[in-house]
C-alpha cells in the first residue's frame, strides 16, 4: 500500500476566521431585525429608534452566543498520523482509517466536508485555508480503488 502519506499534518479553526463568521451574521441578523421593526413601527405608527434598539440587542445576544460557542470549539485539532485522520476535541479523541475517506470538499470557502465511504459526513470548521486542506487529505488518501 504505497500511500504519500506525510505524519505531522495537523489543522485548527481560526480565530480570525471564526470572528469574522460572527461579525458577518450579527450584521445580517441586525439588518433584518432592523427592517421587520422599522415595518412594523411604519404599521403601527410606533417611533422608530425603538427598532434599532431591539435589533442591537437581539443580535447581540446572538453574537455573544457564537462567542461562547468559540471557547469548545478552540480546542478542535485534526491530524494525519500512520494512515488515520485522528480528531481531538472536546469531546476526546476519534481516528479514521485514510482508505475509509471517500472525498474531501471545501464548502462555503472554510469548511471542508469529509464524507466516507459509508456516506456518512464529517466537517471541519474554520479553517483558513479550507482548498489546501482538502487537497492535503485527498493527497494522503492516496488514489481511489474501483
Known amino acids: 500500500m ?11 479553526p481560526s480565530r480570525r476566521i471564526f470572528l469574522r463568521r460572527v ?13 421587520v421593526a422599522l415595518v412594523c413601527s411604519v404599521y403601527f405608527g410606533l417611533p422608530r429608534a425603538w427598532g434599532f434598539w431591539g435589533a442591537g440587542l437581539l443580535a447581540s445576544g446572538f453574537m455573544i452566543e457564537d462567542l461562547l460557542r468559540w471557547r469548545i470549539l478552540r480546542s478542535d485539532l485534526w491530524q494525519i498520523s500512520q494512515g488515520q485522520l485522528i480528531y481531538d476535541g472536546p469531546d476526546g479523541r476519534s481516528q479514521i482509517s485514510l ?10 470557502g472554510t ?10 459526513r464529517m466537517l471541519m470548521r474554520h479553517l483558513p485555508y479550507a482548498a489546501a486542506t482538502a487537497e492535503q487529505i485527498e493527497t494522503a488518501r492516496g488514489p481511489r480503488r474501483l
Not at 504505497?2 to 485548527?12: E, F, H, Q, V
Not at 482508505?99 to 462555503?108: E, H, M
Not at 469548511?111 to 456518512?120: C, E
Open 99 to 108: 482508505s475509509d475517506i471517500d472525498s474531501a470538499k471545501v464548502q462555503w
Open 2 to 12: 504505497d500511500r504519500l502519506t506525510p505524519d505531522g499534518i495537523s489543522w485548527a
Open 23 to 35: 461579525a458577518v451574521i450579527a450584521a445580517l441578523t441586525f439588518l433584518g431585525l432592523a427592517t
Open 111 to 120: 469548511r471542508v466536508v469529509i464524507t466516507l465511504t459509508s456516506g456518512q
